[in-house]
């Protein structure tokens, strides 16, 4: 790895959460020592939400003092033109070590504006030492994890937990309740709101069907608090020991397996249901990727840090501490990394089904795309209106958004 000239001071943006933000200010710590240069490191909003707000404000003033960024997947083509090719700065047999699906998802119009860091996409975690106990197989289909969640949590509270739910998932009104609700609708074969040609797809009855059916989980297998849960209090529940069955990205199994874990040994971890027997499962894909401002005071240093972030010695690093699935096809072959991560084999199959949430396509119109889509979802699950109802109107909002966007 090339070091920085000179002794630069570079601006890193991290995730705020906890075990996150330890990994990546790790990271920056030993490139500085590495390089000679500095790292200021900027927390991120603890939602991802309010982190683009923050970003575009920034880059529209052409602030030198935004470096290195961290980016969702679905930011990419919004902040495309203020971004720089990395295509210029870092060797091609680096990228190709990446794979082709991550290295697309960070490209746009020829240039590539977010190399890739991390992939994930939703999976199910899930009490194996429960569903031995009630002798039930790991379900394979929405309905099947419905009836087994409620069996086995009926079994528990009658055995002395009354705090034992049956599934707990992300049901606030954010970006975290459009990706869960696209796999609900994908695996059901009810689209992914709109289509690879920009047609609104929203509005049709195996959409709705499974709508119906996550609203039918809302205070019997999952708390009425699910309507307010995003990632981390969703985990708080299942971590507690108080739930069967978790969606969550991958990052779950590194906390759950911790030393003072309650459920270390206790875990399972599979692709989410499907619709209906033998149908696709349809994890949501949440690769995350790392930019460097166009407007950076130091691009060669920042591109030298971000060339260590997401490079092989890094990844590796992240997946066998904290389970962070890599974009770098070798380490899925490493011996270490499955000896650490033994369930990296069914995560990479469930890559294999994942959706895209539908941003490619929609573009600067995707947040208003997917806002429209949470709080219609949201109101069917929190009983203020049917889902008929709901995908109805969504369509007719999601058509005008279309017909200002031009896609």
């Not at 047609?199 to 009855?205: E, P, Q, R, Y």
Request: hydrophobic content about 40%.
């Amino acid at each position: 790895m090339a070091s920085a000239a000179g002794a630069d001071t570079v601006s890193l943006f991290c995730s705020a959460s906890g075990a996150e933000y330890q990994l990546c200010s790790d990271a920056a710590t030993a490139w500085a020592k590495d390089t000679g240069n500095e790292v200021k490191i900027n927390k991120m909003p603890a939602s991802w939400d309010e982190a683009l707000p923050l970003y575009q404000q920034l880059l529209s003033a052409k602030s030198p003092d935004i470096d290195v960024m961290l980016l969702d997947v679905v930011w990419v083509g919004m902040l495309k033109d203020q971004l720089l090719d990395l295509n210029t700065v870092v060797p091609a047999e680096e990228i190709a070590q990446h794979f082709a699906s991550t290295v697309a998802a960070g490209s746009v119009d020829g240039k590539l504006v977010g190399m890739p860091w991390y992939a994930d996409t939703g999976l199910m975690f899930y009490r194996k030492d429960l569903l031995e106990k009630y002798g039930k197989p790991v379900p394979k289909t929405w309905a099947e994890m419905t009836d087994t969640a409620k069996v086995i949590m009926e079994g528990e509270r009658a055995a002395g937990n009354p705090d034992m739910w049956g599934y707990v998932w992300q049901g606030k009104s954010y970006e975290g309740l459009s990706c869960d609700a696209i796999e609900w609708l994908a695996s059901s074969n009810g689209g992914t709101i709109v289509d690879a040609a920009g047609a609104v797809t929203v509005n049709n009855a195996d959409a709705i069907k499974a709508v119906d059916l996550a609203a039918s989980w809302v205070d019997t297998i999952s708390p009425k608090g699910v309507l307010d849960y995003d990632e981390e209090s969703s985990r708080g529940v299942f971590e507690t020991g108080n739930s069967v069955f978790h969606r969550n990205w991958s990052y779950v199994w590194g906390t759950s397996q911790g030393a003072d874990s309650k459920l270390k040994g206790l875990v399972g971890v599979t692709a989410l249901p499907s619709g209906s027997a033998g149908g696709p499962s349809a994890g949501c894909m949440g690769t995350a990727h790392m930019g460097v401002s166009k407007y950076s005071a130091h691009p060669e240093a920042a591109a030298s840090l971000l060339r260590f972030m997401t490079g092989l010695s890094e990844q590796k690093r992240r997946t066998i501490d904290a389970a962070y699935n890599p974009t770098i096809a070798t380490l899925y072959e490493d011996a270490e990394v499955l000896a650490a991560v033994p369930f990296l084999g069914d995560a990479r199959a469930a890559f294999d089904q994942a959706v895209s949430r539908p941003s490619s396509v929609t573009l600067g119109d995707y947040n208003q795309v997917s806002s429209a889509f949470y709080q219609a979802v949201h109101s069917v699950l929190a009983g203020e209106t049917t889902a008929t109802d709901a995908m109805s109107l969504l369509q007719a909002d999601l058509e005008k958004i279309k017909a200002r966007g031009g896609w």
